[in-house]
């Protein structure tokens, strides 16, 4: 019947063919459709699902802030404790997965994030401006005020910001308080340093006359170092609240970790949480 083999072979070529090419669109419909959102929506989805997926949340933090975070003995074994981590648990919780935390200095949490070394920081971090740039924030969970501390024998000396001017004044490096004391106290020296622990032995060791931190944390230092006191000096407090930040363009997660942190709020968990970690500083 067909007897014009290479005619047949041609008509056959040209069927397949076209039939391929209506096929194409049809196959690839699925990237297609994805390709059309924008790239940051396709990223954020894949944020909260890869976490899942893995069963697992990594969150950044230093560890020297009590009541936030602070390495505590437990049961003969250093754990990392403070309401934030309590915070930190609960949102493990209702994402279902296991949380692996991640101690390292204040300065380094934003580029471990960028990096994808942690998925996300909680660390008393003030979502301030400028780190708005660069990373996306929760609500903000827990309000504190500016303070500074000296030396209980300087508390007479030491009263105003004029009497600081041409000293040394320590804040943590990388946090609000060393732009705090670079904007409010400008004839003062700021002395920047990783650590908290560090910055008060300094203080203590006269190597700087005072030192900017937050009420809570300057609490939890000075009850076991009445050599040290809040001084009467009274700051600007424009940024002194605390958020979670996560790599930018991950909304999914913020709205997920929104939603615990409003039920921590509305049924005033964090209170008790602040409470317990304050109970739990020696
Ligand atoms: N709230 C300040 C900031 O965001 C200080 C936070 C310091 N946190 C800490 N865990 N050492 O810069």
């Known amino acids: 019947m067909f007897k014009n083999k290479p005619l047949l072979f041609a008509m056959l070529s040209i069927v397949l063919l076209l039939s391929a090419c209506g096929q194409q669109p049809a196959s690839s419909s699925q990237p297609a459709k994805d390709g059309d959102k924008p790239a940051a929506q396709q990223a954020k989805e894949s944020k909260l699902e890869q976490i899942k997926k893995a069963g697992k949340i990594v969150v950044g933090t230093s560890a020297d802030y009590p009541p936030y975070e602070f390495h505590k003995e437990v049961n003969k074994k250093d754990e990392i404790v403070g309401f934030d981590i309590e915070i930190a648990r609960a949102i493990a919780k209702d994402l279902g997965v296991t949380l692996e935390i991640k101690d390292m200095k204040f300065d380094g949490l934003l580029a471990a994030l960028d990096t994808g070394n942690v998925d996300f920081v909680i660390s ?10 660069s990373v996306d924030f929760t609500k903000i969970y827990y309000t504190a005020i500016q303070t500074v501390v000296v030396r209980t024998e300087d508390k007479d000396k030491i009263k105003s910001l004029d009497d600081l001017k041409g000293k040394k004044v320590g804040a943590q490096k990388g946090a609000t308080q060393e732009k705090i004391v670079r904007e409010q106290m400008p004839a003062s020296e700021v002395k920047a340093l990783g650590k908290i622990s560090d910055l008060m032995l300094d203080l203590k060791n006269k ?25 009467d000096i009274k700051l600007k407090n424009e940024d002194s609240g605390s958020a979670i930040a996560v790599k930018k363009g991950s909304a999914e997660l913020v709205d997920a ?9 509305n049924d005033k968990s964090i209170e008790k949480l602040v409470a317990e970690a304050n109970e739990m500083v020696e």
């Open 124 to 133: 008393g971090m003030t979502p301030d401006a400028e780190r708005q740039k």
């Open 207 to 231: 190597k700087t006359e005072a030192l900017v931190v937050e009420q809570p944390v300057a609490a939890a230092y000075l009850s076991k170092n009445k050599d040290l006191l809040i001084s």
């Open 257 to 265: 970790m929104n939603k615990t942190l409003d039920r921590l709020m």
